[in-house]
């Protein structure tokens, strides 16, 4: 399995709704990633887990809140978002420490949120 | 501060033309990745060059990483429609984290 799988596909949720973004690697990869892309913009990095632990907030704001339940799954839970935070919402997979070297990342299609 | 420049933002071409992207920084890099995106997908990674001088082939495309570690290119040979995408450069920083840096992409469309 060389896949990563971001459910839903696509989202549209109120400003005052709780959602959650689901993300799934079986490829072994213990650092996993959430972009955030808007249109016609390259990916922005959010959050790093590495081993299940949060490593990087890229200083986000605290209505996104990311969860790593075990080493194959990510989420990101929703709440209170603004229309501006629609976009397409990446998630991304690699190796430890050799992510970003040898191996690159595996990205999912990603979640395509409406907020209105 | 944009780490990683690329260019040309925008590039329509013929089919059967050639093309080169460029990705330049003032940084070094341990390693360059190129990715291409398509509409409504995640991008997909093309190729990772790490050693300076690097030359590497895959079908009609060709990626090269410079000498210093800080540029790169993509050339691409006799395009052809399903060419069409977005190719994003990435970088990771000389002993930097798991965290890449993208440039902000080049948009290619060959026309048929």
């Known amino acids: 399995d060389t896949e990563v799988t971001q459910t839903p596909k696509h989202l549209v949720m109120g400003m005052t709704n709780k959602k959650s973004l689901k993300c799934e690697q079986h490829?072994?990869?213990?650092?996993m990633y959430w972009y955030k892309q808007k249109a016609k913009k390259p990916p922005e990095l959010m959050f790093v887990y590495s081993y299940e632990k949060l490593s990087i907030n890229e200083s986000v704001p605290s209505r996104f809140s990311p969860e790593c339940p075990n080493s194959s799954l990510l989420n990101l839970h929703l709440h209170a978002l603004q229309p501006e935070d629609s976009a397409l919402y990446l998630c991304?997979?690699?190796?430890?420490?050799?992510?970003?070297?040898?191996?690159?990342?595996?990205f999912g299609s990603g979640t395509r949120l409406t907020v209105v | 501060t944009q780490l990683l420049e690329q260019s040309p933002q925008f590039l329509s071409i013929q089919e059967g033309e050639n093309l080169t992207v460029y990705c330049n920084s003032s940084?070094?890099?341990?390693?360059l990745q190129w990715y291409r995106q398509e509409p409504g997908e995640g991008p997909v990674l093309l190729v990772t060059?790490?050693?300076?001088?690097e030359v590497k082939k895959l079908k009609r495309l060709t990626f090269q990483f410079g000498d210093a570690r800080k540029d790169s290119s993509l050339h691409i040979t006799a395009a052809q429609p399903g060419d069409t995408g977005l190719y994003l450069c990435?970088?990771?920083?000389?002993?930097?984290?798991?965290?890449?840096?993208f440039g902000k992409g080049t948009k290619l469309t060959v026309n048929p």
């Open positions: 991304a997979s690699s190796q430890v420490g050799q992510g970003a070297i040898g191996y690159g990342y595996t």
């Open positions: 940084s070094v890099f341990s390693s």
């Open positions: 060059v790490v050693t300076g001088g």
């Open positions: 490829m072994g990869h213990r650092a």
């Open positions: 990435a970088g990771a920083r000389q002993g930097g984290s798991e965290k890449l840096v």
